[in-house]
């Protein structure tokens, strides 16, 4: 088993930054890719970003694309999502993931790929 828990998330003005951390114990994450999702009132859950376990390949969403990056440190078992140049439409709970059965440059962009899911933190931008 695998307890993932988000931190990080909060109230921000339109333009702003925040860096999501995602901590997990039991298992060391550095076997998984882990990928951040997040949903938005009244929409569907969707892909925001992966790295994988080499943490070699990201893979970011379009509309997340040169303002937000992931990074991880496999020494603290701690992934990061650091979200520059917010838009109220970020708004959203953001979820973090861990896929284990992804290759080693997995970067996988489906929910149904993860096992593993955390609790989620808010993040509401303000325009």
Request: one cysteine or more.
């Amino acid at each position: 088993q695998v307890q993932l828990v988000e931190s990080g998330g909060g109230w921000v003005q339109a333009g702003g930054s925040l860096r999501l951390s995602c901590a997990a114990s039991g298992r060391t994450l550095s076997r998984y890719a882990m990928g951040w999702f997040r949903q938005a009132p009244g929409k569907e859950r969707e892909f925001v970003a992966a790295i994988a376990s080499s943490g070699g390949s990201t893979s970011l969403a379009s509309s997340v694309k040169g303002r937000f990056s992931i990074t991880r440190d496999n020494a603290k078992n701690t992934v990061y999502l650091q979200m520059n140049s917010l838009k109220p439409e970020d708004t959203a709970v953001y979820y973090c993931a861990a896929d284990v059965y992804g290759s080693s440059w997995s970067t996988r962009r489906g929910e149904l790929d993860y096992d593993y899911w955390g609790q989620g933190t808010q993040v509401t931008v303000s325009s």
